[in-house]
């Protein structure tokens, strides 16, 4: 169940941009309106959770063949180069904008605006209070907005945990080269490392 905090942020923001949630603008009566923004829901949500799903398999195989191949200073080269590549890739495949996003960015093209950055607050006062994180929709005027958890895995550590202790000194060194605004470390696995963000034009 979402966060109270979440649901008065988001309803403040279809507040602002003018969107009445209880106004479809058609003649459908109330329980067939119900019943369609039901279904549009459940499919949003399905297919958002397909595409992260399918975006985080991709960018983690690459990932790890890269370390396997040329170690960890080699993936966070290829990442510099490749991930955002390897995102849009899977977002031209569902003809969607997949976005890997968070308060504490490494690449600036990752950086959250202030509806991403509500959730994830929300987000990390749920797990502060023990509280399962669900992913959530957000209607906007022309899209849908699905916004899901990324939860810090093991094989992050070796470019986000805590450096002298996940991080080696000259893989932070690669770090430092390559990301020099880098905030994206001292995590710790099971961490809240930011959302997913994938919009879907409303048909």
């Known amino acids: 169940m979402a966060n109270l905090l979440i649901r008065i942020i988001i309803l403040f923001f279809l507040i602002t941009i003018g969107i009445s949630c209880g106004n479809s603008g058609n003649k459908l009566d109330k329980k067939e309106d119900k019943a369609r923004s039901e279904k549009e829901q459940e499919y949003y949500l399905d297919q958002g959770k397909i595409i992260a799903s399918k975006t985080f398999e991709t960018l983690s195989k690459e ?9 960890v200073a080699g993936a966070i080269k290829y990442c510099n180069v490749n991930a955002l590549g390897l995102t ?16 504490k960015i490494r690449n600036q093209n990752n950086r959250a605006d202030s509806i991403e950055l509500a959730v994830i607050s929300g987000y990390r006062d749920m797990m502060s209070k023990g509280e399962q994180l669900e992913p959530i929709l957000v209607q906007e005027a022309a899209k849908v907005r699905f916004m899901a958890p990324i ?33 994206a470390i001292d995590y710790s696995l099971g961490d809240l490392r930011g959302i997913w963000s994938i919009s879907f034009s409303k048909q």
Request: proline share 3%.
């Open 63 to 71: 990932l790890s063949v890269k370390i396997g191949e040329e170690g």
């Open 88 to 103: 849009d890739s899977i977002a031209d495949l569902y003809s969607v904008e997949v976005k890997r996003v968070s308060d």
């Open 151 to 183: 939860i810090l895995k093991e094989l992050c550590l070796n470019c986000h945990g805590v450096p002298g202790t996940n991080i080696l000194d000259q893989n932070m060194e690669v770090i430092n080269q390559y990301y020099p605004q880098d905030r």
